[in-house]
């Protein structure tokens, strides 16, 4: 390791012990904590299923050079990111990533053994696999409806869609030793005004009623669903609401998903978590920047990303949560979109790690809000980059200079792709 990174630990180390932080600990609790790394980053959210356009009211914008075209060029760019970024990951996958041929089969017809290039890729690089049903993208989107369609052909196919799903995500959870948290997102709404609120929501409930009623075990996955407030085409209604399934997640004590994109813009997820967690098992993040609307720009280190962080830690909220990105950008580098997204999540969490918290929650308590703020606000200037780059050159990872690794990759692998 570099002298100057050495140096430079051992004074932000000593900085921290003052205030009775351990840096050590931090950075060994940072290790520990997964980050389930969404595959469709790197594909535009393409998959291996057809060449539908993508739909549901979700947009990916731009056209940088390079996208991955296949399982083996998706795998070769998760493996470049994971060469970049240190700590436990997952990938979290869509039911359009499929590894072999369906032959002639339908999504609603996926098995396990669709997905065993994933299960052999996950063993291979030690990362657990996290799943999602695809109800997007598809023919039988139809009308803006899945799940909550009134047409029953439409909704019996998602059904069916999503509980190959459920069981291809306890499959991932028993091949790999590690739960599988499968999400339930669906995009169904209206353009327009709805006549009844409440009709599709009843039926968005039986499906979801029938998808949750397995004949088999499943102990070996977390289901979660995701509410949305708006999307593309589904400006006026959104059937999976916020109340709709914070209500269903807590009834059936599923873990409730919040992505940062999906509220109102002054609404922040980094507040709902202390309260949710309250009711439900477990919550999956999905974590996002919304830019004026839901626009999964790249996660950068914003106020909310620091707050999420802030509460999880503060609270002790960690252990029933599971923290996942969701961001999609083709207007650059589609790895170095991943590395920065990953990297700002786990500096958020490092700096988190790097309070005082007992002290700080005892000020609280006192009613002394003054050394609360004054603390809080020194804390922001405190050296955890120093910290962060002992932890990446301990694990022989580049620091600053982490992008020539990838303009090297971009030159000898991705521009070779001709896309
Ligand atoms: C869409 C949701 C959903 C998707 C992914 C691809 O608004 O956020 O999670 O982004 O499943
Ligand atoms: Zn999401």
Known sequence: MEEKIEKAYRLAKEAYAKIGVDTDKAIEKLDQVPISIQCWQADDIQGFVNSNALTGGIQ??????????????????LEKVFSLVPGKKKVNLHAIYVT??????????????????WVEFAKKNGVGLDFNPTCFSHPMFKDNFSLASPDEEVRSFW???AKACVRIGDYFGKA????????IWIPDGMKDDPYSHLEARKRLTTSLDEILATDYDHSDEILAVESKFFGIGAESYTVGSSEFYLGYAAKNQIALCLDSGHFHPNEFISDKLSSALLYVPEILLHISRPVNWDSDHVVTD??????????????GLLDRTHIGLDFFDATINRIAAYVIGIRSTQKA???AFLEPTEYLLGKE????????????????SYPWGDVYA???AKNGIPNHDWLDAVKAYEKEVLEKRGN
Request: hydrophobic share 35%; proline share 4%; net charge negative.
């Open 60 to 77: 990916v914008t731009g056209n940088y050079p390079g996208k991955a075209r296949n399982f083996q060029e998706l795998t070769q760019d």
């Open 100 to 117: 072999r041929p369906l032959e002639g089969r339908d999504i609603d017809a996926l098995v396990p053994e669709d997905f065993a290039g």
């Open 159 to 161: 059904v069916r869609h």
């Open 176 to 183: 790999l030793g590690e739960k599988c948290v499968t999400n």
């Open 302 to 315: 914003t106020d909310e990303l620091n707050h999420i962080m802030e509460g999880l830690v503060r609270d």
């Open 349 to 351: 969490l490092l700096k």
């Open 365 to 380: 308590k006192a009613l002394d809000y003054t050394e609360r703020l004054a603390l809080v606000e020194e804390l922001k």
């Open 390 to 392: 002992y932890y990446l």
